[in-house]
């Protein structure tokens, strides 16, 4: 069963957002802030799968962030990789080569969340620390008008794709995103 979303401008509807992407977005241009727009959802519908479901969203126009924790020796860096909801990201190759890193993986979700300020199920390239780079695939960032959480679970933001790869921090990388295995 799909069902209509409601959708906003998403400064409009501040309690739709986490404070770090109400921050960040209220610092872009009227211009750029203008193009991105929020809606509530069922915060259980907030994984790719179920939303794209419930709410009659293609998963290729839905995109996850998924954080990375590369490490070489006793150095960690965390990077978010922003890929389409079709793809999954290319951790042991792609971003391990990119981050410079002996071995990869998916970061802790306790630190993302404290890290980020955001929920589990709601982290976006919006917001993130300034120090993680945002590795985006290309199809992301052409993408017209992509699906991303809000930083929390009962709300998604329609962001065009070549707006988050203007982030502080991106870097557009094709091949990224890899077929499901």
């Known amino acids: 069963m799909s069902t209509a979303l409601a959708v906003h401008p998403a400064l409009s509807h501040p309690e739709f957002l986490a404070e770090p992407v109400a ?28 939303f794209c479901a419930r709410y009659d969203v293609a998963p290729a126009d839905g995109a996850n962030c998924v954080v990375i924790a590369a490490k070489r020796g006793d150095t960690v860096t965390y990077a978010a990789c922003l890929i389409t909801a079709t793809t999954r990201a290319d951790v042991n190759g792609l971003v391990r080569r990119h981050l410079d890193a002996r071995k990869a993986s998916f970061a802790p979700v306790d630190t993302v969340l404290a890290a980020t300020g955001m929920e589990y199920g709601g982290i976006t390239p919006i917001g993130l620390p300034a120090d993680w780079p945002i590795l985006i695939d290309a199809a992301v960032a052409a993408h017209p008008r992509i699906v991303v959480g809000s930083g929390i679970r009962s709300s998604k933001l329609w962001v065009p794709g070549r707006l988050l790869a203007e982030l502080p921090g991106a870097q557009v990388l094709p091949g990224l995103g890899l077929p499901p295995a």
């Open 23 to 50: 921050r960040v977005l209220a610092g872009w241009s009227t211009e750029a802030a203008d193009l991105v727009e929020v809606a509530a959802i069922d915060p259980e519908l907030a994984d790719t799968a179920a």
